[in-house]
T-cell receptor, first 111, second 114 residues
Framework: GENVEQHPSTLSVQEGDSAVIKCTYS??????FPWYKQELGKGPQLIID?????GEKKDQRIAVTLNKTAKHFSLHITETQPEDSAVYFC??????????FGTGTRLTIIP | EPEVTQTPSHQVTQMGQEVILRCVPI?????FYWYRQILGQKVEFLVS????????KSEIFDDQFSVERPDGSNFTLKIRSTKLEDSAMYFC????????????FGSGTRLTVV
């Protein structure tokens, strides 16, 4: 089955700086890669996603890049703000099957 | 924006008791899922449900677990005889035509087994 690795497990950045979180996946048939933000006591919230036929996608301060050959994808947050502090999970999936989550990154924005 | 609704938000139960966690998926979605998250760990897949039957389940989803869609709107997870290690957040999710179409999570039920 699919295996998703995520790094780093914790990340602290100064407010205004950029944050990058990286994930690798094992199943070359995976074709959809969402990123979720989870705040304390809440469910995962989709923040951005990318499909395997696209190399990069951007939504305001958030961007995701995908390298299918290397089987890795990354989340980039620019101009970080205190409200970006949360746990971020990457995930991978193929077709209508289950989501396989990474182990999560606790991002802390230092004011 | 459409939501996946889960009830209750928190459930405390005695070990050995049965619990039923309830979910109302987004109305036009066809695929339904349960995931769980033990405190401080990643979200793990339990089961997926499509066309009124289980389409996939993980090794966590043993004979103590069952799912049901009793009517056109609810989707339930039953744990027959709870164990201490069942304590976790349980998330329901639903998706439309194919998983990448509006895959949405509910806010979860925190299950505490004492």
């Amino acid at each position: 089955g699919e295996n998703v690795e995520q790094h780093p497990s914790t990340l602290s950045v100064q407010e205004g700086d950029s944050a990058v979180i990286k994930c690798t996946y094992s199943d070359s048939a995976s074709n959809y890669f969402p990123w979720y933000k989870q705040e304390l006591g809440k469910g995962p919230q989709l923040i951005i996603d990318i499909r395997s036929n696209v190399g990069e996608k951007k939504d305001q301060r958030i961007a995701v890049t995908l390298n299918k050959t290397a089987k890795h994808f990354s989340l980039h947050i620019t101009e970080t703000q205190p409200e970006d502090s949360a746990v971020y999970f990457c995930a991978a999936i193929r077709r209508n099957e289950k989501l396989t989550f990474g182990t999560g990154t606790r991002l802390t924005i230092i004011p | 924006e459409p939501e996946v609704t889960q009830t209750p938000s928190h459930q405390v139960t005695q070990m050995g008791q049965e619990v039923i966690l309830r979910c109302v998926p987004i109305s036009n979605h066809l695929y339904f899922y349960w995931y769980r998250q033990i405190l401080g760990q990643k979200v793990e897949f339990l089961v997926s449900f499509y066309n009124n039957e289980i389409s996939e389940k993980s090794e966590i989803f043993d004979d103590q677990f069952s799912v049901e869609r009793p009517d056109g709107s609810n989707f339930t997870l039953k744990i027959r005889s709870t164990k201490l290690e069942d304590s976790a957040m349980y998330f329901c999710a639903s998706s439309g035509q194919g998983v990448s179409y509006g895959y949405t999570f509910g806010s979860g039920t925190r299950l505490t087994v004492v």
